[in-house]
């Protein structure tokens, strides 16, 4: 998504963005959407390579999980870990190490016949 298409998405919820920064530098950053009233979703975060060493990705992270415990989110979803259906283990390490669970992710299609 472009960042005009996220924007538009403003209109229709809740888009909190997020922006770590070392000595006017952006070194990390969320996008996240508010799909209820207690579930958050993760669409876009990173860190800047540059800055690799300052782990801000651990430092986004933790503030992300008490930003949204403080304001009674009960749900952040972080996205999936795979790439064609193949398990990135090493982001799935990742995301165990900072306190998430593993769990399958359902797609459902509606199939149109005309």
């Not at 998504?1 to 922006?19: A, R, Y």
């Not at 992270?61 to 749900?75: A, P």
């Amino acid at each position: 998504m472009s960042l005009d298409q996220i924007l538009e998405l403003t209109s229709l919820t809740q888009v909190d963005f997020f922006i770590v920064k070392n000595q006017n530098h952006d070194v990390a950053s969320a996008i996240v959407f508010h799909l209820s009233k207690k579930l958050v979703q993760v669409v876009y975060w990173g860190d800047n390579p540059d800055f690799y060493e300052l782990r801000a990705m651990n430092f986004l992270t933790f503030n992300l999980f008490k930003y949204y415990s403080q304001i009674g989110i009960q749900t952040i979803d972080i996205g999936i870990s795979t790439e064609n259906s193949i398990p990135n283990y090493g982001l799935c390490e990742f995301k165990e190490s900072i306190g998430c669970e593993i769990s399958l992710k359902h797609t459902f299609v509606k199939e149109y016949t005309h």
